[in-house]
């Protein structure tokens, strides 16, 4: 009865090592079929970041965007208008979301 026991507790040992090896790997792999993802996300923040820093490149948008299409301002105004109030429906559970992921996930340097 012993050995059957001590034969268990080593095969239930093995088997550990083996699923841990397998989670090790799993990650290993999702963490660099990300990385591009990551990398996109790290560039749009950048870019998000710098144009918060220059609010004359938004005046300079809006300026061309009268200059060379006049008629299409209102279009535009409508679907600026409809993103921002999806947005403000989705930002209470996106954001705490979007927060913990990219806490989580290894930031990468820009090539």
């Known amino acids: 009865m012993a050995h059957n026991a001590a034969e268990r507790a080593a095969r239930k040992r093995l088997l550990q090592a083996r699923s841990a090896v397998l989670r090790l790997t799993l990650s290993h792999q999702l963490g660099q079929g990300l990385q591009p993802a990551l990398r996109t996300l790290d560039r749009a923040d950048s870019a998000w970041r710098w144009l918060k820093a220059h609010p004359l490149v938004w005046l300079g948008a809006g300026a061309a965007v009268l200059v060379w299409r006049p ?18 429906q989705v930002a209470p559970v996106a954001q705490p979301l979007l927060r913990r992921w990219l806490a989580k996930s290894p930031r990468s340097t820009p090539p």
């Open 71 to 88: 008629r299409g301002v209102p279009v535009l105004a409508g679907r600026m208008l409809g993103l921002w109030q999806l947005w403000r």
